[in-house]
């Protein structure tokens, strides 16, 4: 039996969504609730599966991911940081000490850099922290050949950060005087 060009398409994507998220270290990441954010994820039968909101976890809030919701998983290539592949994802939360919450936690576990409690870390996970899965589900929105003209370049959060002073006068000659040979 011979697959249909639709069918072939959608395992090339498929395979594209996979080699992709599993060699990246971030995924970029945006529900209904606002902009894309940045988040460390894994791989794990057939899903992005991450971790976050609690106190010491990767912020997940704002974002409007719920479970049964929807989102838009966009991967960089790992060699030139430029975006790849974006797709379509359901999210499933995944509910604690289930089994498949304890299969994608073994991964996220071994890919959690400097944890404060790296032995006990599963324990505050389920205590304070959500654990997400989405798995692509649709048609690729972004992908080689077919990406948009639009930049997607943010506008900068707001922030009360703000600079004590104003420039001296003086910084950019003290910056760009050429020296003088001895």
Known sequence: MTESPQQHHSTLDRALIEETAKKSGLVWVRGPGGPARALWHVWHEGAVCLVGDGSLEQPLEGLGL??????????RGKDKGARLVAWPARVSELPPHGEEWEAAVAELKGKRLNAPDADTVTDRWARESRVLRLEPEGALLERPGAMPDASHAAA???????TRNPQPAGLPRLLFRRRRKP
């Open 66 to 75: 719920t479970d049964g919701g929807g989102a838009t998983v966009t991967v």
């Open 156 to 162: 900068p959060l707001h922030t009360p950060a703000t």
